[in-house]
Each structure stands twice: as C-alpha cells, then as structure tokens.
C-alpha cells in the first residue's frame, strides 16, 4: 500500500503519512506515534528534494524513527524534564531534613512519630522520647532518622 | 510484483515499529512501573518519557502511587462484655516503594483489607461496648499502628484507619435508648423535687418574714396603743383634777352640772333613736332635773361673781339673775 502510494504520489507520501501519524499522536497520547510522525516528515522532506528508491526510503524511515525515539528521550527523559513539583507522589522524599519531636522512644531501632495526623514508624538510633530528631531517609514507608543533637554516649 | 529484498524492508520496517512500542514508555504522573529483565526486577520507572532495552526489559507491573480509600466492609465483631456490633470503616493507604509493593505482595488491596478487618476485630474485641461507642480515636490510632507496622514490608503506608458506622443490634439499641431516657427523667424528677424544694423554703421564709413583720407592726400598735392610753390617763387625770378642782371651788352643784349634761344627752339619743315608740323615762328623772335646776345654781353663782366679786367663786350670795329661778320644764322638748 505504502508502497504504491509511494510509487503514484511520490515524497508526499511521507508528508501525508507524518502529518496522520501526528495528528494520532494528539489523539491518543503516549510518545508512540510522534517518533515516527517525525521521521516521516524529515524523509518527506528529504524525498521531494532528491529522488531515492522507496525501499531506502523505508529504511531510512525506520531508522530515523528509533533516532528520533532516541532523541526525544534525551531531550524530553523524566530526569532532563523540569518540575515545579519533583517531589509529588513521594511522601517520604517531602519529609526528608524535616524534624520531628519523638513521641515514642525508639527502641532496638525502631520508634514511632506523629506526621500530619498519622502516624509514621521510625528507624534510628536509640533515642528517648522528647527528642527532636531529623529525617534522613526513608525505605519504603520507614523512615531513617537521627537526633538533631547526636546523643551523647558517657 | 514484490521481491524478496522489498519484504524484508517491510518486516523490517514493522519490527522497528514494535521494537519502538515495547521500549519507549511514557509513564504518567502518579505511577510507577516496574522493570524486568528476563522476569526479573531491575529497576522501576518514575513518571516521564522512559526508554527500556527492547527483547530483554518488560514492563512488571503498573503501580499507584497515589493515596487510595479501600472500604473495609461490614462484619461482626463480639465486644468484651459480648455484644454483637456491625462494623465497617476505611484505610487509607500509599504505596512508596513500588517494586515491594508489587512483588512482596500478592492482590495488595486484598491484603490490606483482610488485615484491618482482622484487626478491627482484635482492637473492638478486647473493649466493652461503651467503650467501642465513645473511644474511637483510640481505636483508629490502635489499628492504624497495628496495621501500618504489619503493611510496612510491603512497601506501603497505611495513613488512616477510620471506623465509620458501629451498629449494635436492634435490641440493644433500644435498651440504651432506654437507659437514656430513664436517666433524663431522673434528671428531670431530681430537678422537680429540688424545685419544689426551694419553693417550699421560700415559701415558708416569707411566712416567716411576714409574721415577723405582722409582730412587729402589733408590738408598734401596742406601744402606740399603750402611749395611747397612758396620754389618755394623763389627760383623764388632769380632768378629774380640773373637775375636782372645780368641785373644791365650786361645790356640788358642779357635779350636778357634769351629769346633767350626760342626762340631756341620753336623753336626746333617745328622742332621736327610730324606735320611739317607747321612752323609758329614768327612774330618777326628777333627780336629774333636780341637777339642771343645781345648774341654775352654778350659773347663777358664776355670773354674781362675775358681776360683783370677780375673784370670789362659789360664793352663795344673789346679784343680778339672767336665770331667774324658774326651772324649764323638761317635758316641752322631752316627749
């Protein structure tokens, strides 16, 4: 099919192909169709200006498309794509240098602290409760903490 | 029409395609997805365009991120002192390590609501039923540290457990509706009696202080009464010794003049008096005119001395008479 287009209407195939292939991106999102959309578009270009056979022309297509896929991930990835809000859905993360008074004491390692009306369990050094203690990090839903004062051990 | 070399191109083509759906992932925000290599976990995608090695990295599972409210459903649970009450509530959870979640795990949603209903039943059943119906904060804490620390290794914070409807069985409702209403009226009886109470003593201090004063103003009167009287004495004294002190002056024709006016006084009530049918004419009624003609007397002493001998009262001797002598007669105006 593509192939007798291309053989009937030439370089505009690809023009034709990249702008469906986009609009299709629009209306079902998730970076599929873009890439190829792209690609399409550079080999239409390239096709109206100079004459390839339509097999290189596929093949270049294809390629273009994991190079534009490629790309877009540098360009687009989630670590180069600034948020204004990095931290959403990451509790723990949000938490991360807060301080906290200990409730409960932490005992052979564990506690528990009172956040935002839950309450949350507490891994750490022994410490009494009264203490006002930082979070340093978290693993799954425990969080690592430790004394803002290091305790002194005489 | 198609040579070799044009299909392959084709396939070729329709390879790349797939190869670029299974390696390109756009994750969405609230999600994470888990990658395995030949089934195995190797790493989890976060939110944004991921690109994953096509043949040897597929997508695990797609994890929520975000908080979720799981209906813990209705069951029954036997209080300490045996009372059989419907309970249901909701969790609150999130998941913050997706691959836990995902893996350590099986039907996590499952998981979590079997674990509260369990623990609903461990926490209400170890309290009475007063206590399940007005602590339960104390239960929501209890069961939220329970089942959080039991979610932990699973990779997900329990954030709240809230108890929604606690339904004791009809029979019993009825019985606290009672003992609520017994305790109103008694409330309400105990506060009719301390009214009716207060009411009386009330009452009886104003007798008390009405009587006082009634006393008072009688002890008032007979001081005023008794002051009263003794004025009167007084006054009554001083008449007697003005009359007798006329007596001594002027003899028995005073006294005769005193009860002669009494007479003509008792007289006249009786000619006004309605009933006048009757008059009752004093035994002594000569005596009593035999008084006025001692008035005479009097009247007859009085003006001689005027007269004559303005200082000398009493004295028998004549001068000149207005009263000539004669008696009037006491039945012209009598009868």
């Known amino acids: ?19 469906v292939l986009l609009g299709v991106e629009i209306l079902a999102p998730g970076f599929f169709f873009l890439w190829f959309g ?16 339509w097999q290189l022309q596929i093949l270049g297509f294809a390629v273009l498309s994991v190079v534009a896929a490629l790309a877009g991930r540098r360009f687009f990835g989630y670590r180069d794509a600034p948020s204004s809000d990095p931290h959403l859905n990451l509790r723990t993360a949000r938490l991360h240098g807060r301080t906290f008074t200990l409730t409960e004491p932490i005992a052979e390692g564990s506690g528990r602290i009172r956040i935002d009306d839950s309450v949350w369990r507490v891994s750490g050094p022994d410490t009494p409760a009264g203490t006002r203690i930082r979070i340093v990090g978290a693993d799954g839903a425990l969080l690592l ?4 004062v290091p305790l002194s051990h005489d | 029409m198609l040579g070799g070399f044009d299909i ?16 390109v992932k756009t994750v969405p925000q609230g999600h994470n997805y888990t990658i ?30 975000m908080e979720t409210v799981l209906d813990v459903p209705s069951q029954e649970v036997i209080t300490r002192d045996n009372a059989t009450v419907t309970v249901n509530g909701i969790t609150f959870f999130q998941v913050m390590d997706a691959p836990r979640a ?13 674990l509260t209903m369990t623990n609903i039943r461990s926490v209400m059943g170890s309290m009475d039923l007063d206590e399940l119906l007005s602590n339960r904060d104390e239960i929501n804490d209890k069961l939220l540290k329970v089942v959080d620390a039991a979610a932990g290794p699973w990779g997900v914070k ?31 009886s105990i506060l009719t009696a301390q009214g009716m109470r207060e009411s009386a003593i009330l009452k009886a201090e104003g007798e008390k202080q009405s009587q006082i004063l009634e006393a008072e103003g009688r002890r008032e009167a007979a001081f005023r009464d008794a002051e009263a009287r003794e004025r009167e004495a007084e006054a009554e004294a001083k008449a007697t010794a003005y009359v007798s002190e006329a007596i001594s002056k002027g003899g028995v024709q005073a006294i005769n003049y005193f009860v002669a006016q009494e007479y003509i006084g008792a007289l006249k009530a009786f000619a006004t008096s309605p009933n006048q049918k009757t008059l009752l004419m004093p035994v002594e009624a000569s005596a009593v005119i035999g008084a006025l003609g001692g008035i005479t007397e009097i009247a007859r002493e009085a003006f001689a001395d005027k007269d004559e001998r303005p200082v000398r009262a009493g004295s028998g001797s004549g001068g000149s008479v207005p009263f000539t002598g004669q008696r009037p007669e006491p039945s012209g105006d009598i009868s």
Not at chain 2, 11 to 23: G, M, N, T, Y
Not at chain 2, 43 to 54: A, M
Not at chain 2, 102 to 114: Q, T
Request: proline fraction near 5%; avoid cysteine; aromatic fraction near 8%.
């Open chain 1, 1 to 19: 099919m593509i192939v007798s287009a291309i053989e009937s209407l030439g370089g505009w195939t690809w023009w034709i192909l990249g702008l």
């Open chain 1, 38 to 53: 792209v690609a399409a578009l550079i080999i239409g270009v390239s096709a109206v200006t100079i004459s390839w056979p």
């Open chain 1, 145 to 148: 903490v430790e004394p803002e």
């Open chain 2, 8 to 23: 392959v191109v084709i396939a070729l083509v329709v390879l790349i395609a797939l190869v670029l759906f299974a390696s």
């Open chain 2, 36 to 65: 395995e290599r030949f089934g195995r976990y190797t790493k989890t995608l976060s939110p944004g365009l991921n690109i994953i090695v096509p043949f040897i990295d597929r997508v695990g599972a797609k994890m929520n991120m």
């Open chain 2, 102 to 114: 995902a893996y350590e795990v099986n039907f996590l949603e499952n998981a979590i609501v079997n």
């Open chain 2, 158 to 188: 329990i954030t709240r457990i809230e108890i929604k409807d606690i339904d004791p069985p009809r029979n019993l409702i009825d019985s606290m509706n009672r003992q609520m209403m017994a305790e109103r009226e008694k409330r309400a």
